[in-house]
């Protein structure tokens, strides 16, 4: 093994039932003036922000709701919240939603927790964060496993901007997962959490540093349990099995486990900020539209490597190293496909893309030509056009 540090403080609360604990571990957490995050009507129409606010109240807590973050969460929307939040004088914030939701409120209890400074400028890394607000987290959605990951994604809608900022304050304090929470959610909303699932976990495998077996042992056999329990828990929702396996992959893919001992590579995420900024694309259908395009640029740096996930994930054994890798990528995209995701930006709603956004892109996710970004194979503005343009069709 190679050497590195993990610290993952987030207690997990995992089961049917599960969200019955929020008023017990708010004030174990020392919460009593929280503020309650929520996104779309799901919530309200589920009853499940009702249950809440009742378990809340029960046990003699304060709180204040707020409701409507979108997907792709906006930085305008946090510097409102961060406003009412400290005339509120909340000490807690909780998150009841998916990725944006969690993401939206470290943001909040970042910013809460320094009123003195601009949000934005923790994400552009002109402020470093030193302190914040503990957060909570109520997960509806299995996905970017933001309820305890190190990192928080924002979009400023006025750059045009989309990045993320890791730093362990943005580990949660405690999340709660019931599987049962997620029975609602629609097939496309459960496809592109399960894409996002996999994407955090091979942004982690491929990479060059070796002697890390049982780390990869653990990526193979997430991908592995996500690819089996997929088609299952996308043709019944309500299977408990499925959804409970689903979910706690998705926990496990974003929290650090699946990449210990190595840089993460993330260039196919910083990809598809770029699309989710410029064009509102939803996360996990920009990350397949790319992938490809982006496997079969690199995939020579090493195609051994390749050819391992080939074998371990998709059971390719026969070939070279480079026939095995070139499979691999193949499977991968039959498996987005059998998702009924995009894997071609011709085939999201902004359709095939005129060569000049094809460079806007290029020079939104380099800089403008000045860093590149992944740690596999860099991605430097070239590649980067060269990848958009691969998957333009």
Not at 169 to 182: D, G, H, S
Not at 251 to 280: N, P, Q
Not at 364 to 378: E, Q, R, S
Request: aromatic content about 8%; proline content about 4%.
């Amino acid at each position: 093994m190679q050497s590195f540090i993990y610290h993952c403080p987030t207690e997990i609360v995992f089961g049917r039932g599960a969200e019955h604990a929020a008023a017990e571990k708010l004030r174990a957490f020392g919460a009593s003036r929280i503020l309650v995050l929520y996104g779309g009507g799901s919530v309200l129409r589920s009853g499940l922000l009702s249950r809440i606010e009742e378990n809340l109240t029960s046990q003699g807590l304060a709180f204040l709701v707020i409701g409507g973050i979108q997907p792709n969460p906006r930085v305008s929307f946090v510097r409102e919240a961060i406003r009412e939040g400290l005339a509120a004088d909340v000490n807690f914030v909780l998150a009841v939603g998916g990725g944006s939701v969690i993401d939206t409120a470290k943001a909040i209890a970042h910013g809460t927790a320094n009123p003195e400074t601009d949000i934005w400028d923790f994400w552009s890394g002109k402020k470093e964060l030193k302190k914040s607000l503990p957060v909570g987290v109520i997960l509806t959605l299995p996905a970017a496993g933001s309820e305890t990951s190190d990192s928080s994604v924002l979009t400023n809608e006025e750059t045009g901007e989309k990045a993320g900022l890791p730093s362990p304050f943005n580990r949660p304090a405690f999340a709660i997962l019931n599987p049962e929470l997620a029975f609602s959610l629609s097939s496309p909303q459960l496809a592109a959490g399960i894409a996002d699932i996999v994407m955090h976990t091979l942004e982690r495998y491929m990479t060059h540093t070796e002697g890390n077996e049982f780390t990869d042992l653990l990526a193979e056999a997430l991908l592995q349990n996500v690819a089996k329990y997929a088609p299952i828990v996308l043709a019944h929702h309500k299977n408990y099995e499925a959804m409970s396996e689903i979910m706690w992959c998705g926990t496990i893919s974003h929290c650090g486990l699946t990449g210990l001992g190595r840089d993460k590579d993330f260039s196919v995420h910083k990809l598809g900020h770029a699309l989710s900024a410029r064009y509102d694309t939803n996360h996990g259908e920009s990350l397949t539209a790319l992938w490809g395009a982006w496997a079969r640029a690199v995939y020579e740096d090493r195609p051994e490597r390749f050819a391992r996930f080939a074998e371990k994930v998709w059971g390719v054994d026969a070939g070279s190293a480079e026939e095995r890798a070139r499979a691999g990528i193949r499977k991968t995209e039959e498996f987005f496909r059998s998702l009924k995701l995009p894997i071609s930006l011709g085939e999201l709603p902004t359709g095939i893309l005129e060569h000049g956004a094809l460079e806007a892109l290029a020079d939104n996710v380099t800089a403008n030509g000045t860093k590149a970004v992944g740690t596999f194979h860099p991605v430097d503005r070239a590649l980067a056009l060269k990848i958009y343009t691969a998957a333009n069709h």
